[in-house]
């Protein structure tokens, strides 16, 4: 679809929405990350009570995900929707992100840029798109063949940053040389790194106490899972056919934003926090708490008509259609069209 001229402005928007939606509550945030590690623990405590492997899997996979629902909470910090405080967003952030050992200040300036550039044909931070003579044999292998969603969270935080290049020492989210630390976040850096560090520790303390069987079992394995979750879960939000791509002259932040889709998790979008389910609303205005995403959703869903995409598809099947037509971009009127490699037509409807 063309989205040349938006029918609406992000102040049109903005009045449609109540303002209690921009509010962020400690008590309120503070209540989900309690819940969340509750839930947490009493999986642990179920997965030591078992020893059959089709009951551990279960389990270790409702622990990443809880994980994956724990980086949410942090990713309230980061906007600043956990809390009215800075710094107490910093402080939470810090922790909750540690523990799932991300650099929180690194991690918060490369998804702020993702925010600022997305849908942008050569500025978007995450799963940017090529031309077809762009589409290297490195992207085929790791697109085409799904590895990236097992890989591609480690390898975000070490420095592939975009798909398309790799910066181990300016582009790492755990360097102080990283082009994502100024000097004015150079302490909380440091502080960032000590939380996952610790955390790191803690960890591997645990595997030399315990056996590596019990580190690859109840940390490795829980790490893996989320991190495919927040791969995948970022994949779908923004790669899709109906996803237009902009070029500099086309783009805006705006459009940008509306450049996302909401998918259905069934019953893992309230326990993941709606991260998946309401992301439209969240790129327009990344400073609404994830409580209120529904609320805010439901305020703009009437003025933004056919420019707000969504799925009600089972995800793995809209994932593997993406897969399979989402390989490099070409021109179209005002955006850049996804289109796949392989030469396929669709099926002609019928008359």
Not at 17 to 22: A, S
Not at 159 to 172: D, F, H
Not at 182 to 190: D, E, G, L, P
Request: charged residues 20%; contains cysteine.
């Amino acid at each position: 679809m063309s989205t040349k001229d938006l029918p609406f402005t992000q102040q049109d928007l903005r009045a449609a929405i109540p303002d209690r939606c921009f509010e962020a509550n400690v008590w309120r945030s503070s209540a989900y990350l309690v819940f969340d590690l509750a839930i947490i623990a009493a999986l642990y405590a179920a997965l030591t009570q078992v020893s059959a492997w089709y009951l551990e899997w279960p389990i270790l996979f409702l622990i990443g995900t809880m994980l994956w629902s724990l980086f949410v909470i942090g990713h309230d910090a980061g906007h600043g929707s956990f809390a009215k405080s800075r710094l107490v967003n910093s402080i939470f952030g810090i922790l909750v992100h540690g523990a799932i050992l991300v650099p929180y200040r690194g991690w918060q300036r490369s998804h702020a840029l993702h925010h600022m550039k997305t849908g942008h044909f050569r500025d978007e931070e995450v799963f940017r798109a090529c031309r077809r003579e762009e589409d290297s044999l490195y992207r085929k292998i790791i697109f085409r063949f799904g590895i990236f969603v097992l890989i591609g969270w480690p390898m975000y935080k070490l420095g592939i940053r975009n798909i398309t290049t790799y910066k181990p020492i300016t582009g790492s989210h755990y360097l102080p040389q990283s082009d994502l630390y100024t000097k004015s976040v150079r302490a909380s850096w440091y502080w960032g790194l000590v939380s996952v560090a610790a955390f790191l520790t803690l960890y591997l303390s645990l595997g030399f106490i315990y056996g590596w069987g019990f580190f690859a079992k109840y940390i490795l394995a829980p790490y893996l899972i989320y991190g495919c979750w927040l791969t995948l879960v970022t994949y779908m939000q923004h790669v899709s056919p109906e996803v237009p791509v902009y070029d500099e002259k086309d783009w805006t932040r705006l459009k940008g934003a509306l450049a996302s889709v909401d998918r259905d998790y069934g019953p893992f979008n309230w326990i993941t926090h709606n991260i998946g389910n309401l992301h439209v609303i969240h790129h327009i205005f990344p400073t609404i708490p994830h409580y209120r995403l529904q609320e805010a959703t439901d305020a703009v869903k009437p003025m933004l008509g056919e420019h707000y995409l969504s799925s009600n598809n089972f995800v793995l099947a809209d994932f593997v259609r993406s897969q399979l037509k989402c390989h490099f971009v070409v021109p179209d009127d005002g955006f850049e069209r996804y289109e796949s490699a392989y030469t396929y037509r669709e099926p002609e409807a019928q008359t």
